[in-house]
Nanobody
Framework: QVQLVESGGGLVQAGGSLRLSCAAS????????MGWFRQAPGKERETIAA????????EYSNSVKGRFTISRDNAKNTVYLQMNSLKPEDTAVYYC?????????????????WGQGTQVTVSS
């Protein structure tokens, strides 16, 4: 079983950037496809990016495509989310999650292990 810890969240002005990290322990991340998700108050959890074990495949939601980049460093057991051109509507708690299945999924229900989340607040 893998444990995931997100970091890098904070308060940033609109147009700014943040890089989130998701560090894994208890298992090697290379065994999992990984995803980033977010949830704003009163809204459902949204999948924003996913990456395959080898980094060969990546998918993004339309809301972040062109602004956010998912990457991973399996040697460091860490997944990243580079967020550029941030908007107030990006304000949410951001989560990373690990998926044991063979195909890349954008569905939160397919993910098996979750971190506790990190808050991102974008001011206008």
């Amino acid at each position: 079983q893998v444990q995931l810890v997100e970091s890098g969240g904070g308060l940033v002005q609109a147009g700014g950037s943040l890089r989130l990290s998701c560090a894994a322990s208890g298992s090697t991340l290379v065994s999992y496809n990984m995803g980033w998700f977010r949830q704003a108050p009163g809204k459902e959890r949204e999948t924003i990016a996913a990456i395959t074990r080898s980094s060969a495949g990546k998918e993004y939601s339309n809301s972040v495509k062109g602004r956010f980049t998912i990457s991973r460093d399996n040697a460091k057991n860490t997944v990243y989310l580079q967020m550029n051109s941030l908007k107030p509507e990006d304000t949410a708690v951001y989560y990373c999650a690990a998926d044991r299945s063979s195909w890349l999924s954008m569905a939160p229900n397919n993910y098996d292990y979750w971190g506790q989340g990190t808050q991102v607040t974008v001011s206008s």
